[in-house]
């Protein structure tokens, strides 16, 4: 996995690069550097054959690009997904770990702090999740597979992918199995907190309790986020109400407009589950993560009437296939639900 590395900062102009993830590509996109006393030298060109250079690379040897290539050696990445995903080499625990790297170290710009999207940036996400959601669909193996390699992180980028990935699992559950509308819940929960990009880090990150300023700024991120994409699009995409509602709850209690459930798009409901528990299960820095059993738990009777009854029942079920949850909790955590 390719987070900023326990070594000395990039020089200025350059940025790291993901070595053993590179070797995914078949031709490297753009000039690759290693650091050598604090200057980035030149190791090798645009064009080269990505795996011989990556298999010459020591292991943990950073790598540097140039900071204005960043756009295109994501574009390479993310064009590597689908061939991994079908691959007959590897296994499906290679074919999820790669992918979700892939996937993972192409959204890190997007999703960080005061990133400026733009259409391309917008169009490359919604190919990585349109790829990883046609491969979760066309080949079982992969679910689990794809499900035990999600990191805890509570970095926006991770947990982006992580509501993606459970989002499009619950709707093919639910009966939204392919089209418009699976690409919609997935683009969705991909780019949910997008707005979030315009909330500084000392306050996501803070280890306490916010303050009414901070809640205040917290809060305006489902509407930045949409006011982000519709500047970078230009036009209104059909997940567009999913970033709007993810924080809305079924009995009216939550943010930003405190509308109920009979108000709310069936796919916002979704996305508002699957966000919640990504949350309790992430690390954070102002509490441990939860098991999969307990969040549900506490998603089902601590915030008991936030979410859509038929739709958490379905994610219980969902869960209790990949996750240690045993059959008494299950039977309490599906009690009086639903149907
Ligand atoms: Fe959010």
Not at 75 to 92: D, E, K, T, W
Not at 156 to 170: G, K, P
Not at 200 to 218: F, H, N
């Amino acid at each position: 996995m390719i987070h900023t590395m326990d070594v000395a900062p990039p020089p200025a102009g350059f940025r790291f690069a993901p070595a053993a993830l590179i070797a995914n590509i078949p031709a490297l996109p753009c000039d690759v550097f290693i650091q050598n006393g604090g200057r980035a030298v030149l190791f090798a060109g645009a064009g080269a054959e990505a795996e011989a250079i990556s298999r010459r690379l020591n292991l943990g040897v950073p790598i540097l690009i140039r900071q204005e290539d960043e756009d295109l050696l994501a574009s390479a990445l993310v064009a590597a997904i689908p061939g991994v995903l079908r691959s007959y080499r590897m296994g499906a625990d290679a074919r999820s770990r790669i992918a979700y790297g892939l996937a993972t170290a192409s959204l890190r710009p997007l999703l960080s702090y005061g990133a400026r999207p733009d259409e391309s940036d917008l169009l490359l996400s919604h190919d990585v999740v349109d790829a990883i959601s046609e491969a979760l669909a066309g080949d079982e193996s992969l679910v689990g597979a794809m499900v035990a390699v999600m990191e805890q992180h509570p970095a926006t980028y991770i947990q982006a992918i992580n509501t993606a990935v459970y989002s499009v699992l619950l709707a093919r559950r639910l009966g939204i199995t392919h089209g418009e509308a699976l690409r919609a819940v997935g683009r969705g929960a991909l780019l949910h907190d997008i707005g979030k990009v315009r909330v500084p880090t000392q306050i996501l990150d803070k280890p306490g309790p916010l303050d009414d300023r901070e809640w205040g700024i917290v809060q305006q991120h489902p509407a930045a986020g949409q006011t982000l994409v519709l500047a970078a699009l230009g036009t209104e995409p059909t997940y567009l109400h999913i970033i709007r509602d993810h924080h809305e709850r079924s009995d009216g209690s939550g943010y930003p407009t405190g509308r109920s459930a009979h108000s709310l798009p069936f796919d916002s409901q979704l996305v508002a589950i699957t966000d919640a528990f990504v949350a309790l299960t992430s690390v954070r820095s102002y509490q441990q993560p939860t098991s999969a059993a307990d969040a549900l738990r506490t998603m089902r009777f601590v915030q008991k009437g936030q979410f859509n009854d038929e739709i958490m029942r379905e994610f219980i079920a969902l869960l209790a296939g990949w996750h240690d949850i045993r059959r008494h909790e299950l039977g309490a955590l599906l009690s009086l639900l639903g149907r």
